[in-house]
Every structure is written in structure tokens, then in C-alpha cells.
Nanobody, 121 residues
Framework: QVQLVESGGGLVQAGGSLRLSCAAS????????MAWFRQAPGKERERVAA????????LYADSVKGRFTVSRDNAKKTLYLQMNSLNTEDTAAYYC??????????????WGQGTQVTVST
């Protein structure tokens, strides 16, 4: 049984930073690509960042490019999202997801419960 548990969300002022973590268990973490998604009320879910199983390739949504950095530590079975220069449009629930294979995937079969990020002015 795969479990993904996010942490690190919270309330931050515009211009601030947060680091999200996603602890994985249940299957070999290093075999699978990972991603961070977010969803704000009334908006569609958006993939903000994805990373290959080895971490050698990443992909970002235009809305976060240059501000967010995705990384992983396969020894710790943990995925990270460093978020800098946050603005109110970044307010959302953030979810980590595990893909069906090792690359940058379009399909994800396991999801965490989410962590809320709220950016205030």
C-alpha cells in the first residue's frame, strides 16, 4: 500500500518562502517519477512541478517557473518543493503524486492528502 504524506504548508506573507515535503512509503520510491499538483477553490487542478525518478530532469508550470524548485532524496524516500517569492495566486491545497513509471508522466496513480498553502498580502 503506497502512502504519500505531505507536510510544510501554512500561512505566509506575499514574497515569503515555504518548503513542502512528501514522505513516501509502500513501494520502491526511486523507481517512480513524482510531481506536485495544486488546486485552489473553484479552479482546476494544476501540475506545478514534476521530476524523474533519478531527479535528473524536471518540469515546471509557467506560473511557477523560476520561483519553485522540485527535488527528491531517494535515500529518504522524500519529495520536496521549495517555493520562493510566493504570491496570493499560489494559495491552494498542494498534493504530491507518484507516477506510473520513472519519467515525467501524464498519469499518476497515488496521491497524498494534501497540505494547505495560504499566501496573505
Amino acid at each position: 500500500q503506497v502512502q504519500l504524506v505531505e507536510s510544510g504548508g501554512g500561512l505566509v506573507q506575499a514574497g515569503g518562502s515555504l518548503r513542502l515535503s512528501c514522505a513516501a512509503s509502500g513501494r520502491t520510491f526511486s523507481y517512480y517519477g513524482m510531481a506536485w499538483f495544486r488546486q485552489a477553490p473553484g479552479k482546476e487542478r494544476e501540475r506545478v512541478a514534476a521530476i524523474t525518478r533519478s531527479g535528473d530532469s524536471t518540469l515546471y508550470a509557467d506560473s511557477v517557473k523560476g520561483r519553485f524548485t522540485v527535488s527528491r532524496d531517494n535515500a529518504k524516500k522524500t519529495l520536496y518543493l521549495q517555493m520562493n517569492s510566493l504570491n496570493t495566486e499560489d494559495t491552494a491545497a498542494y498534493y504530491c503524486a507518484q507516477s506510473t513509471y520513472g519519467g515525467i508522466a501524464s498519469k499518476y496513480d497515488y496521491w497524498g492528502q494534501g497540505t494547505q498553502v495560504t499566501v496573505s498580502t
